[in-house]
């Protein structure tokens, strides 16, 4: 995005065409996004708990025709405060700028989301959810939703297909990206990292006769969950990992990748809960 000077009250854009609304538009696409080095983050809900979670904006960008000027949290307040440059947008102009179907008039530009797996730390109570070649940004948001209320200390994607900073993503997880440190790194990296770390790594696969109930994950575990539609890979499932599956009894053999990571992470939950031992968010 281009320098933008800081102002006291919000700068008006009424002009879809206008350089600014242009530069939104072309975030939605990856390599944009990445050359700028920044997200966006659209709704209301999300722009608060990014500031909840410590993300400094660069931009705020408002549409009062849709916000009904009300600010209950006092949003705006707390992004001038830490430095994003304010503007007020018309209908049409945040019509083009948006990137969701029925906008609530709130939009920001935030920096690029950390991902680095060496600031990951682990400890005796480490809970990881590691996601191979997920592609569907609905269901990074449901790990990442799923991860924040189970208190995981970190969701990695191994091999990711899609970006953490898709801005679906951060729809999908309602903003808990922000809260729940993430990482990216290719399957091997990810891998090495687990082993050095020694942590137990529970691959989830149906070609299993254990149950995820019946094996501790009450010490340092990553749970594995695969791509939607070929599940884990062999490189994972043929490494010394324990396998496990969820009990089922109908006709289908998996379950949506998001549902299969909630259960086994609150199995994870439940059993720790069980056995007295500390939870990954008690510190």
């Known amino acids: 995005?281009?320098?933008?000077?800081?102002?006291?009250?919000?700068?008006?854009?009424?002009?879809?065409?206008?350089?600014?609304?242009?530069?939104?538009?072309?975030?939605?696409?990856?390599r944009n996004r990445q050359n700028s080095g920044v997200t966006l983050v659209e709704g209301y809900e999300e722009i608060d708990l990014a500031l909840r979670a410590g993300v400094r904006p660069r931009e705020l960008y408002l549409c009062p025709a849709l916000t009904g000027g009300s600010d209950p949290r006092d949003v705006v307040a707390r992004a001038?405060?830490?430095?994003?440059?304010?503007?007020?947008?018309?209908?049409?102009?945040?019509?083009?700028?948006?990137?969701?179907?029925?906008?609530?008039?709130?939009?920001?530009?935030?920096?690029?989301?950390?991902?680095?797996?060496?600031r990951i730390e682990v400890?005796?109570?480490?809970?990881?959810?590691?996601?191979?070649?997920?592609?569907?940004?609905?269901?990074?948001?449901?790990?990442l939703r799923t991860a924040d209320a189970a208190g995981v200390t970190a969701v990695i994607s191994a091999n990711p297909v899609t970006d953490w900073g898709n801005p679906n993503v951060i729809r999908a997880s309602k903003g808990t990206v922000f809260a729940v440190p993430i990482a990216s790194a290719g399957s091997d990296t990810v891998m090495d990292w687990l082993s050095r770390h020694s942590v137990n790594v529970v691959a989830t696969t149906p070609d299993t006769?254990?149950?995820?109930?019946?094996?501790?994950?009450?010490?340092?575990?990553?749970?594995?969950?695969?791509?939607?539609?070929?599940?884990?890979?062999?490189?994972?499932?043929?490494?010394?990992?324990?396998?496990?599956?969820?009990?089922?009894?109908?006709?289908?053999?998996?379950?949506?990748?998001?549902?299969?990571?909630?259960?086994?992470?609150?199995?994870?939950?439940?059993?720790?809960?069980?056995?007295?031992?500390?939870?990954?968010?008690?510190?």
């Open 209 to 283: 006769d254990v149950l995820m109930a019946d094996v501790d994950m009450t010490g340092p575990t990553a749970i594995l969950v695969g791509s939607e539609k070929y599940g884990l890979s062999d490189r994972w499932l043929a490494g010394r990992h324990t396998k496990a599956k969820i009990p089922m009894f109908g006709q289908v053999d998996s379950l949506n990748v998001g549902v299969s990571a909630a259960l086994f992470t609150y199995e994870a939950v439940r059993q720790r809960m069980a056995s007295g031992r500390r939870h990954p968010s008690d510190r």
């Open 80 to 118: 001038a405060e830490r430095g994003a440059a304010l503007f007020s947008l018309s209908r049409q102009a945040f019509d083009k700028a948006a990137y969701r179907e029925g906008p609530d008039g709130w939009l920001a530009v935030v920096p690029d989301i950390e991902t680095d797996l060496s």
């Open 123 to 143: 400890d005796d109570h480490a809970l990881f959810v590691v996601c191979e070649s997920v592609e569907k940004p609905g269901n990074l948001g449901s790990m």
């Open 1 to 30: 995005m281009s320098s933008i000077p800081r102002v006291g009250s919000p700068k008006e854009i009424s002009s879809p065409s206008n350089p600014h609304v242009k530069e939104l538009a072309a975030l939605r696409r990856r």
